[in-house]
């Protein structure tokens, strides 16, 4: 069983919704990760966070906001999405080990937005 | 240049047979490289991690690095049906250990 869980496993949304897509890993890991990943396409990496801190941002829309409450949760908050952003969204963990981390992924949630 | 190349398949093999997959990579100071398998629907899985030149083994699996020849692979003995799956190879970028990049992804279908 997987011991990074994400909710909700699907969601649709329109273009004007506010959502959120939740993520938590019981690992003690203090590394947490965002990917996007469209169909027959590898993983993208969005956010990374590095003990509670954002420490990489890819580039990403605005419209995508992460949050870490705590070294357990990380949260994806969504806002005016576009139709392109439909993808499954990957959270992954991992101890935070110089180069070495290896990182284990949760379910993902699928996202389609209308 | 993509930073990870993997050749997309898809590679069929026999079922008991060997399956050989490969990975090129350009950030000559990686130092960490992982295969991740990934059925179609789901989210990648950890298969393998290795960080030195040579062959690393667990189970059916092994997997051979060459950093001179920027050259990672993964071998899968005794090929099962239920080995196939997309095998994504990930490299760490010498710039930071968060920052991973997976290849694209090889299809894998093991013929019974």
């Known amino acids: 069983d997987t011991e990074v869980t994400q909710t909700p496993k699907h969601l649709v949304m329109g273009m004007t919704n506010k959502k959120s897509l939740k993520c938590e890993q019981h690992m003690g890991h203090r590394a947490m990760y965002w990917y996007k990943q469209k169909a027959k396409k590898p993983p993208e990496l969005m956010f990374v966070?590095?003990?509670?801190?954002?420490?990489i941002n890819e580039s990403v829309p605005s419209r995508f906001s992460p949050e870490c409450p705590n070294s357990s949760l990380l949260n994806l908050h969504l806002h005016a999405l576009q139709p392109e952003d439909s993808a499954l969204y990957l959270c992954?963990?991992?101890?935070?080990?110089?180069?070495?981390?290896?990182?284990?992924f949760g379910p993902g949630t699928r996202l389609t937005v209308l | 240049q993509k930073e990870v190349e993997q050749n997309s398949g898809p590679l069929s093999v026999p079922e008991g047979a060997i399956a050989s997959l490969n990975c090129t990579y350009s950030d000559r100071g990686s130092q960490s490289f992982f295969w991740y398998r990934q059925y179609s629907g789901k989210s990648p899985e950890l298969i393998m991690s290795i960080y030195s030149n040579g062959d690393k083994e667990d189970g059916r699996f092994t997997a051979q690095l060459n950093k001179a020849s920027q050259y990672v692979s993964l071998l899968i003995r005794d090929s099962q049906p239920s080995d196939s799956a997309t095998y994504l190879c990930a490299v760490n970028l010498a710039t930071g250990g968060f920052k991973t990049i997976f290849g694209a992804g090889t299809r894998l279908f093991v013929k019974a």
């Open positions: 966070y590095s003990y509670e801190k954002l420490s």
């Open positions: 992954a963990s991992s101890q935070v080990r110089g180069a070495y981390n290896e990182q284990f």
